[in-house]
């Protein structure tokens, strides 16, 4: 489980450093930074999949998601006594992503390419692709010389082997390839390779379409399908996966305590597959293309919630959206229950939602902005996590 995450200068996170739990609220008002950390989390999963970098293109380049502030804030500036000026810059462009739990902890450091010669290939098309400066996989929370398993500085990578000796790769990786993805090996880099199949089951839920023409509204082929889509596309073949092979009970329970009464049905028609509820005091069950927005997505949380398959770790991104405010609260039950088989971490603006799971032991992350930076509420310069940055 992630009991700390860590980011630098990613958007306006100049330095935020968070504590976890099993289930998690992250809240705050309009503009305060939750899209940033819910952004830098899938950052760090596609760190697993080798995409980070091509993630920080399609935002615009480094350039366009670094902080844009100052690289210090003086206590002039934050009491009010002097402007916000620029300064002098003292280190390298970076920006830096990192989480740590009780077993594993992980870190990148990107950067700007050199700009002539040297690692990085001068005259490159791709000459403005952010790169990976360094990297670092360490065993328990706090990143510490003894406790590093493998680490990388520019292209050089080493891993320490079973009897603690570094050993270097033979190889230098690319600028823009990460060690989670090019390194992972069951016999030379085992605990790489468990790391990356972790973060790589992480699940992030934040487009689950209910227009009039989503997917989720018209039937679909089905096969077995313990995960949920990420556009929801596969709802009904998702609720009756659940249905066969998970908590058909739980499904039940928690569409009647949304919709007393009522009751999802899937129907058949050959191998294709619409989802349909039946409604206490209705002759006949309605198809998918009739449920209102609110209906239909919160199925789709059902459909997600109660997977028979559950992540490392699930993220929802303002699950809240189209729902009526009396569906929060079986939303929030639903969420709790999920907690018990992985963690969670909900990021929300919906005050009831955020009481719901407050009832339910989350702990909440309040976001607030000053001078353009996202802090945690309450959380001073000394009172987050423990955190060490691995070093180029």
């Known amino acids: 489980m992630m009991n700390t995450l860590a980011v630098e200068n990613y958007r306006s996170l100049r330095k935020l450093f968070v504590s976890l739990g099993r289930l998690n609220v992250v809240t705050g008002a309009n ?16 760190s697993a999949r080798n995409g980070a970098v091509a993630a920080l293109a399609r935002e615009g380049g480094l350039a366009s998601t670094l902080w844009a502030g100052p690289e210090s804030i003086g206590r002039s500036v934050r009491e009010g006594v002097h402007p916000v000026q620029g300064t002098t810059r003292s280190g390298p462009v970076s920006l830096k992503l990192g989480f740590a739990g009780d077993d594993f902890g992980y870190a990148v450091d990107l950067g700007l390419p050199i700009p002539t010669g040297g690692y990085g290939g001068a005259g490159s098309a791709f000459s403005l692709d952010p790169e990976i400066k ?3 996989t360490w065993a328990g929370p706090i990143l510490r010389p003894a406790t590093l398993l ?24 690319q600028p823009f390839d990460s060690m989670l993805s090019e390194m992972a090996d069951p016999v ?37 399908t313990p995960v949920l889509s990420h556009d ?19 499904l039940d329970a928690a569409v009647d305590h949304a919709f007393p009464g009522s009751r999802v049905e899937i129907a058949l028609e050959g191998t294709r597959m619409e989802l349909t509820l039946r409604q206490d005091g209705l002759l006949r069950a309605l198809g998918s ?24 770790m699930l993220v929802l991104n303002e699950p809240e959206t189209s729902l009526h405010p009396d569906l929060l609260e079986p939303l929030g039950e639903l969420i709790a229950a999920a ?16 009481a719901a799971l407050e009832r339910r032991k989350a702990t909440t992350i309040e ?22 940055w691995p070093k180029r």
Do not use: C, M, N
Request: aromatic share 6%.
């Open 188 to 224: 030379r880099a085992p605990d790489l390779l468990v790391l990356r199949e972790r973060i790589r089951s992480w699940r992030f839920y934040d487009h689950l379409r209910t227009d009039a023409h989503a997917p989720a509204r018209q039937a679909q082929i089905g096969t077995r």
């Open 31 to 46: 503009g305060s930074g939750k899209s940033s950390l819910y952004r830098a989390l899938r950052l760090l999963a596609d």
């Open 339 to 354: 907690a018990e088989e992985t963690q969670v971490i909900v990021v929300t603006h919906a005050k009831p939602l955020v």
């Open 150 to 173: 493998a680490q990388r500085g520019g292209p050089a990578v080493q891993i320490r082997d079973r009897g603690g000796k570094w050993e270097f790769v033979p190889h230098d990786l």
């Open 289 to 312: 293309a009739e449920l209102s927005d609110g209906t239909l997505r919160y199925l789709l949380w059902v459909a997600a919630l109660l997977t028979p398959r559950p992540p490392e």
């Open 232 to 250: 929801g596309g596969d709802v009904a073949a998702a609720l009756q996966t659940i249905r066969e092979i998970g908590d058909a009970d739980a």
């Open 367 to 388: 976001l607030v902005k000053e001078l353009g930076e996202t802090g945690v509420a309450g959380q001073g310069p000394l009172d987050g996590p423990s955190w060490k």
């Open 134 to 136: 360094a990297e670092a």
